[in-house]
Nanobody, 129 residues
């Protein structure tokens, strides 16, 4: 069973940047579609960005397009979320997630929360105005 550990969250002013990292242990992330989700207080967990198993294809929520970039480093077995031009409405706990075994090798990224079965503990991102 893979364990996911997020890092890189923190407090930043509006317009600033953060890079979140998601490292794996216990099993490789190779060829597994990965996703970044976020959950603000009182709201449901929502997709932010997703990347295919090969890293060739990505998906972004409308709120993330043009500002966030998801990437993966197979050698380091790590997935990243570069967040630029941050806004106060980006404040949330950000979660890294790994798709289920059945999705391994999928050609396209997976933006559906129910397709992910392994989650990290989350990292808080707070954007001040």
């Amino acid at each position: 069973q893979v364990q996911l550990v997020e890092s890189g969250g923190g407090l930043v002013q509006a317009g600033g940047s953060l890079r979140l990292s998601c490292a794996a242990s216990g099993r490789t992330l190779r060829l597994y579609p990965m996703g970044w989700f976020r959950q603000a207080p009182g709201k449901e967990r929502e997709i932010v960005a997703a990347i295919s198993g090969s890293g060739s294809h990505t998906f972004y929520a409308d709120s993330a397009k043009g500002r966030f970039t998801i990437s993966r480093d197979s050698a380091k077995d790590t997935v990243y979320l570069q967040m630029n031009s941050l806004k106060p409405e980006d404040t949330a706990v950000y979660y890294c997630a790994c798709a289920a075994e059945s999705a391994r090798g999928a050609f396209w990224p997976i933006p559906i929360r129910e397709e992910y079965d392994t989650w990290g503990q989350g990292t808080q991102v707070t954007v001040s105005s």
